[in-house]
């Protein structure tokens, strides 16, 4: 009898995580909603990128970075290299000479430490009221600063995630899959951000204000 009940109780959880939630999502965000006042404002952005052996990607993704459609005097572009043993660090610096004005900020960390304590060195280091984090690989669209920067004209909101879409889905192996799967993400976050209660961020591309950075204790 024990056995019955833990096999129904887990296959109700089961329904209700992929089933259940988005529904409940779905009533919810109809009926207490809590718009965001979105505006087109530009404060000063820190786009902070934690790289370890990204040399494959690393050029492209700063010179991706530079391409935002966001004024150049207030976006800060900061490469928080973690101890790389490929070379990420070296391409990151010669861009970043290359480009020069000061435009992109390249943190040598010698020693592969983790994510985290990268993340958390550097963060005090950066000069913007906004800080946006991305990973190496993911290429940004030329408005997406815009568009994610705009959340904050609402002092309400202390962080902002931006979508992930994945593109030429049909030239890769599990594309359509992998499409799928983070279009049903993106609708939980949308869903939960109706709601005030977004759970969590894109790893391509989020926003936090400084002020509210938590410095998280690495595990």
């Given at each position: 009898?024990i056995?019955?009940?833990?096999?129904?109780?887990?296959?109700?959880l089961?329904?209700?995580?992929y089933?259940?939630?988005?529904l409940?999502l779905?009533?919810?965000r109809?009926?207490?909603k809590?718009?965001?006042?979105?505006?087109p404002?530009e404060?000063?952005?820190?786009?902070?990128?934690?790289?370890?052996?990204?040399?494959?990607?690393?050029?492209?993704k700063?010179?991706?970075?530079?391409?935002?459609d966001?004024p150049?005097?207030?976006?800060?572009?900061?490469?928080a290299?973690?101890?790389?043993?490929?070379?990420?660090?070296?391409?990151?610096?010669?861009?970043?000479?290359?480009?020069?004005?000061?435009r992109?900020?390249?943190f040598?960390?010698?020693?592969n430490?983790?994510?985290?304590?990268?993340?958390n060195?550097?963060i005090?280091?950066?000069t913007?009221?906004?800080?946006?984090f991305?990973?190496?690989?993911?290429?940004?669209?030329?408005?997406?600063?815009?568009?994610?920067?705009?959340?904050?004209?609402?002092?309400?909101?202390?962080?902002?995630?931006?979508?992930?879409?994945?593109l030429?889905?049909?030239?890769?192996?599990?594309?359509?899959?992998e499409d799928?799967?983070?279009?049903?993400?993106?609708?939980?976050?949308?869903?939960?951000?109706?709601?005030?209660?977004?759970?969590?961020?894109?790893?391509?591309?989020?926003?936090?204000?400084?002020?509210?950075?938590?410095?998280p204790?690495?595990?």
């Open positions: 009898m056995a019955i009940v833990i096999f129904w109780l887990s296959l109700a089961a329904v209700y995580v089933a259940g939630y988005p409940l779905a009533v919810l109809r009926v207490a809590r718009p965001v006042a979105k505006q404002i404060p000063t952005v820190s786009l902070l990128v934690a790289a370890y052996n990204e040399a494959d990607v690393i050029e492209a700063i010179r991706n970075a530079l391409a935002l966001y150049a005097a207030r976006l800060e572009i900061a490469i290299c973690d101890g790389p043993n490929d070379g990420t660090t070296v391409i990151a610096q010669r861009v970043a000479k290359e480009i020069g004005q000061g992109v900020r390249v040598a960390y010698p020693v430490r983790g994510k985290l304590h990268a993340l060195d550097t005090p280091q950066l913007g009221e906004i800080v946006a991305s990973d190496a690989s993911s290429m940004l669209a030329p408005d997406s600063m815009r568009t994610l920067v705009a959340n904050f004209a609402d002092a309400r909101v202390g962080a902002a995630s931006g979508v992930y879409r994945v030429r889905g049909e030239e890769a192996a599990l594309g359509k899959q799928f799967y983070w279009k049903y993400e993106t609708y939980l976050k949308l869903a939960e951000a109706d709601v005030g209660s977004i759970l969590g961020c894109h790893g391509s591309l989020y926003a936090i204000r400084r002020a509210l950075y938590p410095f204790k690495p595990g």
